[in-house]
């Protein structure tokens, strides 16, 4: 179905949409980044912060660590499928909870710190949203808030022309697939302002850079397959593709083909991880 259901997320969330395996494929290809963005908070001992948006709970350990053996960490997430893979994962000193960000049945000014990562492209009103988030905090409280690119990006360095082609098809797609214009494709840009406007202070925003080249390793190549190059691009752009481009793109796709992306000795990803830090 074109377009976003009544009362669904923005990209058609429910409590049933599942994207458990490719948000632990994420998590665990950009650990080392998602784990140096939870290091530059500098949390203090004690800490009680909230996951808003935890998906399958993978960094509910890093900020269990980063807050000490005295801090608090809570996972909230829409998803079924997800929290139950959380719950198979997490310490047993992290509690869980399964909610609508928009809507979280928690005390207000009970948090020092929000982490959201990748949340934007799932919520419908982002100002709702926020001003939901900033209530839970306490005075002085912080909200991060974190985002990858919402289409991956793909730097093809032996053709820059099927990349750019590639790029605009994808983002087709997303647009055809979900009813989205391009306001809501790029919002992720618009965090600093969305912050202030929100009544955040003392923002600021630092960007890491998720860099990969041949060889890659296991968690790297695992991710990348599944979410990018197995049974997706190839057959999902088609329609927005020229016969000779996507026939190419087809064998960048296929690892049984000569040009697998994957194998390339000249095989260059970069995709960038924005967080934004705003305060009470």
């Known amino acids: 179905m ?3 259901e009544s009362g669904s997320g923005l990209l058609g969330d429910t409590k049933d949409r599942d994207y458990a395996r490719q948000l632990s494929l994420f998590n665990r290809f950009a650990a080392p980044e998602l784990r140096r963005a939870i290091a530059s908070l500098d949390l203090e001992p004690g ?8 998906g399958t709970g993978e960094a509910l350990p890093w900020l269990r660590d980063a807050a000490g053996a005295n801090g608090t960490v809570i996972g909230m997430d829409l998803s079924t499928a997800h929290l139950s893979v959380a719950r198979a994962q997490i310490p ?4 869980l909870i399964q ?11 009970s948090f020092d710190l929000i982490w959201s990562v990748n949340t934007i492209n799932h919520v419908c009103d982002l100002h709702s949203g926020l001003a939901a988030l900033r209530n839970l905090l306490r005075p002085g409280g912080r909200i991060a808030w974190g985002q990858s690119a919402l289409l991956a990006d793909m730097y093809f360095a032996w ?3 099927l990349e ?8 087709q797609y997303y647009r055809d697939k979900y009813g989205l214009t391009e306001s809501d494709l790029t919002a992720a840009r618009a965090l600093v302002g969305m912050l202030r406007r929100n009544g955040f202070k003392d923002v600021y925003a630092r960007t890491f850079a998720i860099e990969r080249v041949s060889p890659l390793a296991s968690e790297d190549r695992d991710y ?3 979410t990018l ?6 057959a999902r752009l088609q329609p927005y593709l020229s016969d000779a481009d996507h026939a190419q793109l087809a064998l960048l796709c296929n690892p049984d083909s000569a040009s697998y992306a994957l194998s390339r000795p000249d095989f260059h990803f970069l995709q960038t991880f924005t967080l934004v830090v705003g305060s009470l």
Not at 92 to 95: M, T
Not at 164 to 171: D, E, I, L
């Open 224 to 226: 990348l397959f599944d």
């Open 99 to 109: 909610a609508d960000l928009t809507k979280p049945p928690i005390q207000p000014g």
């Open 92 to 95: 047993a000193d992290v509690a």
């Open 2 to 4: 074109n377009g976003r």
């Open 159 to 161: 053709d820059a022309r």
């Open 164 to 171: 750019r082609m590639t790029t605009a098809a994808v983002r």
């Open 47 to 54: 800490a009680r912060c909230l996951d808003a948006g935890c």
């Open 229 to 234: 190059f197995r049974d997706k691009w190839a």
